[in-house]
């Protein structure tokens, strides 16, 4: 008897470690399927880098001849959702427009316009930036470019006549200076 209860216990031994190897190699297959599947959609990509990277560099690199030999110092300030409308920032701009910096400084200390004040933080930051990022001469600089761009309008309600209502519109712009220095 002794026996047969080491030969049973044997195959239950021996069921158990075959349905452990059956388990084991199922894993080891879906490992390697998926670990394949990477290894083929990373193949795939780095494919598709490789001819990107082939076609695009030399039309880069043309672009960047270009802009080299038609380049000039530009330094420029942007402001942007400005909780005034573009139109009444544009009245100031066009004063300025074309003007010496410090010129352009001038007019607007003495502009009684709600843009002006705008434009004078915008016009500081535009200096700052030639003089410190450009090495631009501040006796030089005059204003090439300044345009004023609508931004996202906030809408509100309120309450009219008869039970109607009414939407204000709380404009919003963008601002852009651009300075260069003058030959």
Same mark, same amino acid.
């Given at each position: 008897?002794?026996?047969?209860?080491?030969?049973?216990?044997?195959?239950?031994?021996?069921?158990?470690?075959?349905?452990?190897?059956?388990?084991?190699?199922?894993?080891?297959?879906?490992?390697?399927?998926?670990?394949?599947?990477?290894?083929?959609?990373? &193949?795939?990509?780095?494919?598709?880098?490789? @001819?990107?990277?082939?076609?695009?560099?030399?039309?880069?690199?043309?672009?960047?001849?270009?802009?080299?030999?038609?380049?000039?110092?530009? &330094?420029?300030?942007?402001?942007? !959702?400005?909780?005034?409308?573009?139109?009444?920032?544009?009245?100031?701009?066009?004063?300025?427009?074309?003007?010496?910096?410090?010129?352009?400084?001038?007019?607007?200390?003495?502009?009684?316009?709600?843009? &002006?004040?705008?434009? @004078?933080?915008?016009?500081?930051?535009?200096?700052?930036?030639?003089?410190?990022?450009?090495?631009?001469?501040?006796?030089?600089?005059?204003?090439?470019?300044? !345009?004023?761009?609508?931004?996202?309008?906030?809408?509100?309600?309120?309450?009219?006549?008869?039970?109607?209502?009414?939407?204000?519109?709380?404009?919003?712009?963008?601002?852009?200076?651009?300075?260069?220095?003058?030959?």
């Amino acid at each position: 008897m002794a026996e047969e209860e080491k030969k049973v216990t044997a195959k239950k031994t021996a069921t158990k470690t075959t349905t452990a190897k059956k388990t084991t190699a199922t894993k080891a297959t879906k490992t390697t399927k998926t670990t394949t599947a990477k290894k083929a959609t990373t &193949a795939k990509t780095v494919k598709a880098t490789a @001819t990107k990277t082939t076609e695009k560099p030399a039309v880069k690199a043309e672009k960047k001849v270009e802009v080299k030999a038609n380049e000039e110092l530009v &330094a420029r300030a942007t402001v942007k !959702y400005e909780r005034m409308s573009s139109r009444k920032v544009a009245i100031v701009a066009n004063l300025i427009r074309g003007k010496n910096a410090d010129e352009a400084m001038a007019i607007l200390k003495f502009t009684p316009k709600a843009g &002006a004040e705008v434009l @004078t933080k915008l016009l500081k930051s535009a200096i700052a930036n030639a003089e410190n990022t450009k090495n631009m001469t501040h006796s030089k600089l005059y204003v090439a470019e300044i !345009y004023s761009n609508q931004g996202p309008t906030l809408k509100r309600i309120r309450p009219a006549a008869k039970g109607s209502a009414v939407r204000i519109r709380k404009r919003t712009s963008h601002t852009t200076i651009v300075l260069k220095e003058r030959v």
